[in-house]
């Protein structure tokens, strides 16, 4: 079953989601949107058929996020929502899977704890070139 517009989406509960847990009925939420991914889907999925059945019938965001999926993963996941969870904000009923891969914070994080090492081993580098012109003059 393939979304075909935001029209056609309706309120889930986390009872009925939890419903779907087979190979050929698995539905999965993320960002407050409800996703029915079809076998074929299911079997083709790049990480495998068991990464999705771990996460069948539940809330599966913190999982997609940690895997940083691409944006045509992204564009992909679009074509296969349903709905959206109960008690969703608004938007939910007509947002489009979410395209930002890493929240700004944790790119930042992720640079300064790169320059925290990078910084040193440049220095360290420079500094055994500084040595070994020292030593080749003596």
């Given at each position: 079953m393939a979304a075909s517009?935001?029209?056609?989406?309706?309120?889930?509960?986390?009872?009925?989601?939890?419903?779907h847990t087979s190979e050929s009925d698995c539905w999965l939420s993320m960002h407050d949107l409800v996703f029915a991914l079809n076998q074929d889907f299911v079997e083709e999925h790049p990480g495998g058929p068991e990464v999705l059945l771990a996460l069948a019938g539940k809330d599966a965001t913190a999982d997609f996020e940690d895997i940083h999926h691409s944006s045509s993963a992204r564009d992909w996941a679009d074509k296969y929502i349903i709905g959206y969870m109960e008690n969703a904000p608004e938007e939910a009923k007509t947002k489009m899977m979410v395209r930002t891969k890493l929240p700004a914070s944790t790119t930042e994080s992720s640079q300064s704890s790169s320059c925290s090492i990078l910084v040193p081993a440049v220095l360290l580098a420079v500094g055994a070139v500084a040595a070994m012109f020292v030593l080749k003059k003596q």
């Open positions: 517009s935001t029209s056609s989406r309706r309120a889930i509960s986390k009872t009925e989601l939890a419903k």
